[in-house]
């Protein structure tokens, strides 16, 4: 499988460059479900790891958080070695997190909502059986 890389061209800022590809870059049945699973553990744990210094017990709490949060970049990465496309390349580490923080809480859940998720799902390729 060739793998394309996207352009790094943010043309209307990052939000709107990130969800205008996001669809070439998540064609595969099975990242997609990772996706699917994933992105909701991410936005728990990230939740969790902000509310931990207000909890009886901060240490389990921000493990907890970052441990579902550290398993969902691990996941992620793994299920877009399956595409086609792969993301751009990152500019650096804070790039990095803001993209993936933004993927996470706010372009999955609007791919969902726009209908993108399920349009990908109908057309993706299907594993071999």
Known sequence: MENVHLTDQRLG????WQLA?????????KNLALH???APLFVVGSALALSAPFSP???VVLAAGSAAMLGTLVAQGRGHR???TRPASFRGPLDFVTRFVAEQWIT???FVLSGGFARAW????????
């Open 122 to 129: 109908r057309a993706a390729r299907r594993p071999p059986v």
């Open 82 to 84: 399956a595409e086609g």
């Open 21 to 29: 590809n996001y669809q070439n870059a998540h064609q595969d049945r």
């Open 36 to 38: 699917a699973l994933t």
């Open 57 to 59: 017990s901060p240490l």
């Open 13 to 16: 800022g990052l939000l709107q």
């Open 108 to 110: 999955f859940p609007r």
